[in-house]
């Protein structure tokens, strides 16, 4: 089976600071990794995702994630966070033969002034 | 717009009441998902469907019925709403591979008192 571990449930960062959330997975086969992005009273919109190939992925609003196969992580950052960053963020897992998405708990970023 | 329209947006239901939630995609997939969000839990499957015709129970299915009604339409009903079941409820659907990624509903706030 497939499970997702966020650490953090919530992450306070200054504006203009860097930041990264923290996700590992475990699995016994492959899969495919996902970060989605919630911002308040809105349903969850992808932000990036690594399906194979460059282990580093860029997505929207300047975030990016890395693939440690070793590691079994994949850990989103930004290097330099704004307001409007501030949301909730999951991490998510799919197995390479499977249809059926496993989200972890979720990660409230909030960005000070 | 393309994407998947769920409704209601908000309902509140007396114990014991029954309920249809409504979701429809418009982009020809073939995998839909209803999810429940609570505070902490991040997101939990209760159903899933990944063709026409076909249902599946996931991790929260308890309480719960759902109708794939065609590939565009899969409904999720509580038949006797509970207060365990307040929450926010999220459909979505899902492209194949090697486009993977849901594509989420904006909601149903659900108040059981």
């Known amino acids: 089976a497939q499970s997702v571990t966020q650490l953090d449930s919530q992450v306070p960062v200054f504006e203009e600071a860097p930041v990264e959330l923290r996700c590992n997975y475990s699995?016994?086969?492959?899969?495919?990794l996902f970060w989605y992005v919630q911002y308040p009273n809105q349903g969850l919109q992808l932000l990036l995702k690594y399906l194979s190939g460059s282990t580093l992925v860029k997505g929207i609003n300047g975030f990016e994630a890395e693939f440690n196969k070793s590691q079994t992580s994949f850990h989103l950052r930004k290097p330099s966070v704004h307001i409007s960053d501030t949301a909730e963020y999951f991490c998510a897992v799919i197995k390479n033969t499977g249809n059926q998405f496993y989200f972890g708990t979720g990660t409230s970023l909030t960005v000070i002034p | 717009n393309a994407g998947v329209t769920q409704t209601p947006k908000f309902q509140v239901l007396k114990t014991g009441q029954s309920m249809t939630l409504q979701c429809a995609q418009d982009?020809?997939?073939?995998?839909m998902y209803w999810y429940r969000q609570d505070p902490g839990m991040g997101l939990r499957l209760i159903y899933y469907s990944a063709s026409e015709g076909t249902t599946d129970k996931g991790e929260v299915p308890n309480g719960y019925n759902v109708s794939r009604l065609n590939k565009r339409e899969f409904s999720l009903r509580l038949e006797s709403a509970a207060p365990s079941q307040t929450s926010v409820y999220f459909c979505?659907?899902?492209?194949?591979?090697?486009?993977?990624?849901?594509?989420f509903g904006s909601g149903t706030r659900l108040t059981v008192v």
């Open positions: 979505a659907s899902s492209s194949p591979y090697p486009n993977y990624g849901y594509t």
């Open positions: 982009m020809n997939h073939n995998s």
């Open positions: 699995s016994s086969v492959s899969v495919y």
